[in-house]
């Protein structure tokens, strides 16, 4: 936020306190709440308060891994008598697999005493039974011990800790609760929150006519939703005219309910009519009246004691003395109120997410104070840098009374007070304040995210650069392959790379533009489903992998790479690689694929960055050339092309001559080489 301390804000040389410095003294004065027990289905969202242990191992018992066959693994392949069912339950209690013999168990059953290994049903065939009470099985392959058997506490360990005090739980630590048989479960509790609206101005949203001078209460109603979406017991006060001893009456209720926190909007600012501030003063100790930031001037932080009884629990209630305009108080909302509500409900880290993001649009900065900004960010693979990073846009006019101004807002912009005016394409901090994936994303990106969960999931995101696929001539999908990279262990230096040098050289390559990137880990499968529903579902011109290509036995890119390519193209990675050679030997080492599935270019590329710049230069020549051929276009020819009726004949003999006597005279050129 701002700089600490206090400042001076206006013409009216009033000391204020700076944004950060206020944030600052509200977390200080904030304590967290006493821990409560509370049944798991009530635990979602919460902050565990103690650690949580295993009572007994997971699995309790040997367990298989698939639908099979428990084994002697000695036995080895051939015929076997089937003496029991294992099914998940306890069907083949008190049984035991002696060698010669089998017993049938599925995913999860308990293995019989004696048995050693599982083999797949898929590995096995069903024997004609002679009686109706003997079953056999043909084993086809040879197993060894414990393969496809879960040993007693592999999953989890006899008392370890299965979750910390501090963590937040969430669907899966309910599903862990669950395992171990944590039904109740110590958490740090929410604030509960009162809300209070001031003003004689104010009527309720139900009012269906609007006399002279009356307002419709919008700041209550999105108060209460908002401390709901923090999942917070909320108090409604209703509205409360100017009158001071009626809100007066009313904070006194509200004080001794059980609340933690008191919403106040208006009558904080300097009218004869604004009686919150001097209640507050009157009933505790207030803390700041005054916030050099914009919108949000006005705003309030009181602390109200209840209990001054000695040696007895002190028992407080912060009070926030918000603005009356609607952008201005939940601006204030957000930047005060729910940092306070983590700190109390136990967050480790209370305070919001800060991001950097590039604006879309010139912005004119306040000259006094600093300001924090409305927009919408969102994730472009080219955040104008040519590289990846947010972007935002502006929501537009911000005056505080303009609550279009936070429609479809999910950050505030942290603008210096400066005066000046931040050029497009300037980075700057960006507050996030409410869930990025319901952010706008283009068209392509869209399309791309919605036509394969499962890719999803292997964190394929299919970003695209603000101009769309429409406009490219040549469609490009650029894959990164790492483990590093998909686990979130290490960022993705190779595929901004990649980006940028394919997108600065969309000219030369007949106007190709990215407009698809993604990451998967070093797994064939993985990299097979993206390779191919870019090919055969998104219909790309060009598709560029990085990394995989290596020695190592997860290098495995060029293997997923040939299962879908239906020609290959031998000639690219002869040229990457002599490129590549010019810089270090060990580009021998790397083991190029390329070719092409359908109208699709498939190339693998090292995955380190330099490498990735070298083997596009090297290919940029003739990729022009490669894409319009692919896509049919017969009249596409080598720029050095002589057509057929032009060209003078030349038998073999003739040629061979020709060129062996190149050595002694001039250089003979070579014809084009292209198919025609």
Not at 29 to 41: G, K
Not at 212 to 240: F, P, Y
Not at 297 to 326: D, R, S
């Amino acid at each position: 936020m701002a700089e600490s301390g206090s400042v001076c804000c206006g013409s009216t040389n009033q000391k204020m306190i700076a944004a950060d410095e206020a944030l600052r003294i509200v977390l200080s004065v904030a304590q967290r709440l006493p821990p409560v027990t509370v049944p798991l289905h009530h635990a979602l969202g919460k902050v565990l308060a103690q650690d949580v242990l295993a009572p007994d191992p997971l699995p309790p018992y040997p367990a298989s891994i698939k639908d099979g066959y428990a084994v002697v693994a000695s036995d080895g392949p051939g015929e076997y008598p089937v003496i029991a069912e294992s099914r998940a339950g306890n069907d083949a209690v008190g049984v035991k697999v002696t060698p010669g013999t089998v017993a049938y168990v599925t995913t999860g059953g308990p293995i019989p005493d004696g048995a050693d290994a599982v083999v797949q049903v898929e590995d096995t065939e069903r024997v004609k039974a002679t009686s109706v009470d003997s079953k056999r099985v043909r084993i086809l392959v040879q197993t060894s011990k414990g393969v496809d058997i879960r040993p007693v506490g592999c999953d989890i360990q006899k008392d370890a800790v299965v979750l910390k005090s501090g963590e937040r739980i969430g669907a899966s630590e309910v599903g862990l609760l669950a395992t171990v048989g944590v039904t109740m479960v110590k958490v740090q509790p929410t604030p509960t929150i009162a809300v209070l609206s001031s003003g004689d101005e104010l009527v309720e949203p139900t009012t269906g006519s609007l006399s002279c001078g009356q307002i419709r209460d919008s700041n209550r109603a999105m108060l209460l939703a908002a401390a709901t979406q923090q999942q917070c017991n909320v108090l409604d006060l209703g509205i409360v005219g100017d009158d001071e001893e009626k809100l007066e009456r009313v904070l006194d209720s509200a004080f001794c309910s059980g609340i933690n926190i008191i919403l106040t909007s208006g009558g904080v600012s300097m009218g004869d009519k604004d009686f919150v501030k001097p209640l507050l003063e009157k009933k505790g100790t207030v803390h700041f009246n005054k916030v050099c930031m914009k919108p949000g001037k006005p705003l309030t932080f009181a602390e109200i004691y209840l209990n001054q009884a000695e040696n007895a629990p002190v028992n407080k209630v912060l009070a926030f003395g918000l603005p009356g305009n609607p952008v201005s108080c939940l601006v204030c909302f957000h930047l005060f109120v729910v940092p306070t509500i983590r700190h109390l409900a136990g967050w480790p880290n209370p305070h919001l997410l800060r991001v950097q993001a590039r604006i879309q649009q010139p912005i004119k900065t306040d000259r006094v104070r600093p300001e924090f900004h409305r927009a919408t960010i969102r994730w472009e693979v080219n955040d104008g840098s040519g590289n990846p990073g947010f972007v935002a846009e502006s929501t537009g006019h911000q005056m505080s009374s303009r609550l279009l101004s936070m429609k479809s807002a999910n950050a505030l912009l942290e603008l210096p007070p400066t005066g000046s005016v931040i050029t497009a394409g300037s980075s700057v901090s960006a507050i996030v304040i409410s869930d990025l994936s319901g952010s706008i994303l283009s068209k392509a990106a869209l399309s791309s995210d919605s036509s394969s969960n499962t890719t999803q999931c292997n964190r394929v995101s299919n970003e695209t650069t603000g101009d769309g696929s429409q406009d490219a001539q040549f469609k490009v999908a650029i894959l990164t392959v790492s483990d590093t990279v998909a686990s979130g262990a290490g960022p993705d230096r190779s595929g901004p790379r990649a980006v940028s040098v394919v997108n600065s050289s969309s000219e030369k390559l007949g106007g190709a533009k990215v407009v698809a990137t993604g990451v998967v880990s070093d797994d064939v499968g993985k990299i097979k489903e993206v390779l191919q529903r870019w090919c055969d579902m998104d219909k790309m011109d060009l598709i560029l992998t990085l990394g995989g290509t290596g020695f190592t036995p997860r290098d495995v890119t060029p293997e997923a790479t040939k299962e879908l390519i239906e020609k290959e193209t031998p000639g690219l990675p002869y040229v990457m690689m002599q490129e590549s050679l010019k810089v270090t030997p060990f580009a021998m080492l790397s083991r190029f694929a390329a070719g092409i599935r359908g109208t699709t270019l498939i190339i693998n590329m090292p995955g380190n960055p330099n490498a990735v710049a070298e083997c596009m230069e090297a290919l940029l020549p003739a990729l022009k050339h490669a894409l319009k051929q692919i896509k049919g276009d017969k009249r596409e020819k080598h720029p050095r092309h002589v057509p057929h009726q032009q060209a003078t004949p030349l038998d073999t003999w003739e040629r061979s001559h020709k060129l062996a006597s190149a050595a002694t005279g001039a250089a003979i050129e070579p014809t084009c080489s292209c198919s025609h």
